[in-house]
């Protein structure tokens, strides 16, 4: 396909109609700059020579904000133009001849509005699908409703990147959560707006909030309070570790002082702090035998989280675990819950040698190890110094909500889960 799928996050598609004084460059600048992440050009009045000259400039616009320029209907516009694509409709000509003309290199979007037309040559031809009208329009008064059961059938069935189209604005886009597209065309809710760049930027922050999970490569998940229902294992874990030591004059609050602290920082601490003389790997390995039959047999996994974990293993995501638990542990845990197939790499804070609270050092490892890019990758952490270590690296995090959590992360995050069963 010539186009990538989250480039339909927030696809803006032109109408005269609302241009309120400016010109169609300056408020096609303004969604741009707003965050819109395709532009489509609609002129169903112009000539096709003012046509042409505008999409040449406006090509010259997208390419400075590295955004594809659409054009709609219209073959020779967008050829002559130099636009990186074409979006037809139902009426508007042959799927498989708007291909031989565009060539193989140019994106194609066809308007869909039932299962009857995913034909098998708009499968073949076709880069995006855009589906609609999902709500009542007045910008396309001969759009056919769409429900969202049509919706989620024709995305489930097509298998291409969609975005849905048709009356989407600030006030019903949630309505569209767990359709599975990846995106939505807008057109009044953008240009209809005395501040372009404003609304733009909302309708971005609403549209990543969305279909965040619908445009990743990979999803990282951290396992202890996000994926298994597991901290409290690790309420009394060092002070009970410490006694079978034999250690004298514990600190009584010392599990209180270690609960924000990694394995690997908890472990550096009471060696130093209690002059231990076994090494870092050997008291790790311990404490990893003390609750080995707990992960192995008795944890279980948050509600909702393999249901979750399957869709998007389904949809073709790569995932991975980085944690501060151990290897044995995290596979045994898994494998217990019956998930451990489904994730192509786990890594570990011992592997890498720190600490996720304080470097990103585990997440930039896995996005090396698997060839994906930091924005095609989305990490799911309880921990706010985690999140906070993520942010700081430009990393887009979903802070997962958990009984032993006590800073609120929903301020840290990009996005937050009270329950992973709500997200499928």
Not at 36 to 49: F, P
Not at 56 to 70: S, V
């Amino acid at each position: 396909m010539n186009l990538d799928k989250s480039a339909l996050l927030l696809y803006a598609v032109t109408d005269r109609t609302w241009l309120n004084g400016d010109s169609l460059y300056m408020a096609c600048e303004k969604a741009l700059k707003g965050g819109v992440t395709l532009l489509q050009l609609r002129e169903k009045d112009e000539n096709e020579v003012a046509f042409i000259k505008e999409a040449i400039e406006i090509k010259k616009l997208t390419e400075k904000y590295n955004i594809p320029l659409i054009i709609n209907d219209n073959v020779n516009v967008m050829l002559k133009s130099g636009a990186d694509g074409i979006h037809i409709g139902q009426d508007d000509g042959d799927v498989e001849y708007i291909r031989k003309l565009i060539g193989p290199d140019k994106i194609l979007g066809v308007s869909i509005q039932s299962l009857d037309q995913l034909t098998s040559m708009v499968l073949k031809c076709s880069d995006y699908l855009g589906i609609g009208a999902v709500f009542s329009t007045s910008t396309k008064l001969d759009a056919v409703d769409v429900s969202f059961d049509v919706l989620k059938e024709i995305v489930t069935e097509s298998k291409l990147p969609t975005c849905a189209i048709g009356g989407i604005n600030l006030g019903n886009i949630h309505k569209l959560k767990n359709s599975g597209i990846n995106g939505v065309a807008i057109v009044s809710a953008i240009f209809n707006n005395s501040d372009i760049e404003a609304s733009s930027k909302i309708l971005r922050e609403e549209c990543n909030s969305m279909f965040y999970k619908n445009n990743a490569a990979l999803m990282i998940f951290d396992l202890d309070g996000t994926l298994l229902d597991s901290m409290s294992i690790w309420d009394d874990l060092c002070s009970k570790y410490l006694k079978i030591l034999k250690v004298k004059n514990i600190d009584q609050d010392i599990d209180n002082t270690v609960s924000k602290l990694s394995l690997i920082q908890t472990v550096s601490y009471i060696k130093n702090t209690y002059h231990l003389t076994k090494s870092i790997d050997e008291i790790v390995s311990e404490i990893n035998h003390l609750i080995y039959d707990y992960y192995r047999g008795v944890v279980k996994l948050k509600k909702g989280v393999k249901e979750y974990v399957l869709e998007q293993y389904n949809k073709g995501i790569l995932l991975s675990i980085a944690t501060a638990s151990d290897k044995e542990l995290v596979e045994a845990a898994l494998k217990n819950n019956d998930i451990l197939q489904y994730f192509s790499l786990i890594k570990t804070e011992r592997e890498v040698q720190a600490s996720k609270a304080d470097s990103s050092k585990i997440y930039d490892t896995i996005l090396e190890e698997l060839n994906i890019p930091k924005e095609k990758t989305i990490v799911f952490e309880d921990s706010a110094h985690c999140i906070k270590t993520l942010k700081r690296n430009s990393y887009f995090t979903i802070g997962v909500e958990d009984k032993s959590c006590t800073e609120d992360i929903r301020t840290l995050c990009d996005y937050y889960i009270e329950s992973f069963e709500e997200e499928c």
